[in-house]
């Protein structure tokens, strides 16, 4: 329906930016500050579409095409997944793996643009992006395929919308618990979000995403701030859909409860990185493998 897909692609563009706005003022409240607005990242864009850009002349297109392609992906990606009560706009058999890729495609190209500054800090940067991407990615595809199994749905759209029906299943409950903490966890990582990346920090041997994009500015930056929270949101839309409650009056309530589950997705966000310190950097990789671990101990325990 023409009303559903506009409905999806209201949430995409307009809520992401709050989402930011809601970690950062829970933060702020734990901490005993004020905070900054809640619209801040809306200001803030806003104000970097309207400036201009300083581009190196050592560049090349790639500089350009990393913050383009890291906004269109998560746009793109979202049509493969369902929000409340909206089911995806496209879904086939296998879209799980397309899904994957396509957030690999822009952290690809992030990574060049990044590499095409010429600047070695920069490379430092993406060096350690990869890595961690290279250790959180076989836990996302071991998620995918607990809830395929649980599901009986290599889609998508049909697999996270029949996740509410199996939560009180016995033989699920324990699997998509763990999966969910799993999930949390790469959610945290794949965003750079404490206790994996600090997206407020400048210190020069501690920044991972942040030390990539700080060649951009203008409206390659706001583009960049933007894909940014639309990824969160996409991300945080699939472990949103574990705590669904089954049997919606309307898909507008349900929409409604899932607009609501991000919101409170947010807000536990806040609560971890006020919660906890930055991991080093050494300890990074073994909590990713640890995940993976227990993302396969989810599986064997359908299996079994």
């Given at each position: 329906m023409l009303t559903h897909l506009l409905a999806h692609l209201l949430l995409l563009f307009v809520l992401p930016p709050l989402l930011a706005g809601v970690i950062a003022r829970t933060k702020a409240v734990i901490a005993g500050r004020r905070g900054a607005p809640l619209l801040q990242l809306y200001f803030d864009l806003w104000k970097l579409f309207r400036k201009g850009m300083?581009?190196?002349?050592?560049?090349?297109?790639?500089?350009?095409?990393?913050?383009?392609?890291?906004?269109?992906?998560?746009?793109?990606?979202?049509?493969?997944?369902?929000?409340?009560?909206i089911r995806a706009?496209?879904?086939?058999?296998g879209d799980l793996i397309l899904f994957v890729y396509l957030f690999g495609l822009a952290r690809f190209f992030t990574v060049l643009a990044a590499l095409d500054t010429g600047s070695s800090f920069e490379g430092m940067g993406a060096a350690r992006e990869v890595t961690f991407s290279c250790l959180a990615e076989p836990?996302?595809?071991?998620?995918?395929?607990?809830?395929?199994?649980?599901?009986?749905?290599?889609?998508?759209?049909?697999?996270?919308?029949?996740?509410?029906?199996?939560?009180?299943?016995?033989?699920?409950?324990?699997?998509?618990?763990?999966?969910?903490?799993?999930?949390?966890?790469?959610?945290?990582?794949?965003?750079c979000r404490i206790p994996f990346d600090d997206p407020n920090t400048h210190l020069e041997l501690t920044m991972i995403h942040e030390v990539m994009v700080l060649d951009h500015s203008g409206p390659d930056l706001a583009l960049i701030l933007y894909g940014a929270a639309m990824k969160f949101l996409v991300m945080g839309a699939v472990l949103v859909s574990f705590i669904m409650p089954p049997h919606p009056a309307s898909w507008f309530m349900e929409t409604a409860a899932f607009t609501s589950g991000l919101l409170l997705l947010a807000v536990v966000v806040g609560l971890v990185e006020s919660a906890m310190a930055r991991?080093?950097?050494?300890?990074?990789?073994?909590?990713?493998?640890?995940?993976?671990?227990?993302?396969?101990f989810a599986l064997v325990l359908l299996l079994r």
């Open positions: 300083v581009i190196s002349s050592t560049t090349t297109w790639v500089f350009r095409a990393g913050p383009v392609i890291g906004l269109a992906v998560p746009v793109l990606a979202s049509l493969f997944i369902p929000m409340g009560g706009p496209i879904s086939f058999a836990t996302i595809f071991v998620i995918f395929i607990v809830l395929a199994r649980i599901s009986g749905s290599f889609s998508l759209d049909p697999m996270l919308d029949s996740l509410q029906n199996h939560i009180a299943h016995p033989e699920a409950g324990v699997p998509l618990l763990l999966a969910g903490v799993c999930l949390f966890v790469v959610l945290l990582a794949e965003n991991l080093r950097l050494i300890r990074v990789p073994q909590l990713l493998v640890g995940t993976s671990l227990l993302s396969i």
